[in-house]
Nanobody
Framework: QVQLVESGGGLVQSGGSLRLSCAASGTIFRLNSMGWYRQAPGKQRELVAAITSGGTTNYADSVKGRFTISRDNAKNTVDLQMNSLKPEDTAVYYC???????????????WGQGTQVTVSS
């Protein structure tokens, strides 16, 4: 199976920056898309940014121009650089990936445990 371990997050003032990192491990045959979702209190989980194995990126409109997603295919890691943070970015951020484990025919979605990002005004 596939495990995702996140790091980063924390408390930052409005206008500040944070970097989230996520590493995928396990018996991975193929790692497809990777990225980040977030969920604020009382709201649905929403896509923040995603990146394919080929490097194609997709961002939520609310973070375009402020957040940058990148990945290292050799290390099976994905990072999210968050700049110009706003109080409305406060949420639990979840790393995800779509991966095909070894000896398994189909790919599945996997999730990290989540990391809190709090932006104070």
């Amino acid at each position: 199976q596939v495990q995702l371990v996140e790091s980063g997050g924390g408390l930052v003032q409005s206008g500040g920056s944070l970097r989230l990192s996520c590493a995928a491990s396990g018996t991975i045959f193929r790692l497809n898309s990777m990225g980040w979702y977030r969920q604020a209190p009382g709201k649905q989980r929403e896509l923040v940014a995603a990146i394919t194995s080929g490097g194609t990126t997709n961002y939520a409109d609310s973070v375009k121009g402020r957040f940058t997603i990148s990945r290292d295919n050799a290390k099976n890691t994905v990072d999210l650089q968050m700049n110009s943070l706003k109080p409305e970015d406060t949420a639990v951020y979840y790393c995800f990936c779509n991966a095909r484990p070894a000896m398994i025919r189909n790919p599945y979605d996997y999730w990290g445990q989540g990391t809190q990002v709090t932006v104070s005004s």
